[in-house]
């Protein structure tokens, strides 16, 4: 489904009508702006590639800037593909802006989780431990993971202590509570994987996201206004003298 790129700002709470207080997330959505079309008869499918945030050019690879230097776009921080088969609608430089969203959509989200490092079984995997009191050798330590004389290994899939976090995760089935379209920013009920300024992946579940008038804006260069001819200031007696040689 088609989606945006946003960043994630933080957790805050909101009171509905009735009352009730409801934990949201807000994220800066876009605008994020297309990059690329990809069609089904050059590429082999349909998409477009968006592009969110600003970068300098002297920290992206010059083949990437140039990816869009000879577009004439800024460039991007992040870069992400959608397919749609409503690419051939849109325009390279349209802007996809928060406003596409309304309150009441179901939205899957995707980011990368916060990282913890090295931990052990207990922390990463919930597993209870030993017991604690003294004398025990056994207080958080994974325990006996082999077997005996048959088969005589450890089985695939042990739960071990290990790197926690930094990976790509996806929470589904997420309402959008509200959304500000002066600022850019959704309210999206509940937490949301990863840290505050990171980059988030928002798909849209409903099929009229794409369709919404509401989502792009023409994102065509407004040319300047074309400056008045300068008027010497001379111009006006040189006429009169004109005029009157004339009658003479």
Known sequence: ??????????????FAEDGELTAVTAVEVGPCTVVQKKAAET????????????????RMPKALRAHFEKKGLPLATSLREFRTVRASEFAVG?????????AGDIVDVSGITKGRGFQ???????????PAAHGSDFHRRPGSIGMR????????????PGHMGSVNRTIKGLKIVAVRPEDNVILIKGALP??????????????????????????AKQQAPAAEPKTDATAPAAA?????????
């Open 1 to 14: 489904m088609m989606g945006l790129l946003g960043k994630k700002i933080g957790m805050t709470q909101v």
């Open 43 to 58: 590429d082999g499918y349909d998409a477009l590639q968006v592009g969110f945030g600003r970068a300098k050019a002297k």
């Open 94 to 102: 349209d802007e996809l802006v928060a406003a596409g969203f309304k």
């Open 120 to 130: 052990g079984v207990i922390k990463r995997h919930g597993k209870h431990g030993g």
């Open 149 to 160: 004389t048959w088969p005589g290994r450890v089985p695939k899939n042990m739960k071990l």
């Open 194 to 219: 990863g840290c505050r300024g990171g980059m988030l992946v928002i798909k849209a579940t409903d099929e009229s996201f794409e369709t919404r008038p509401e989502l792009r804006r023409s994102g």
């Open 240 to 248: 009169e003298t004109t005029a009157e040689n004339t009658k003479e």
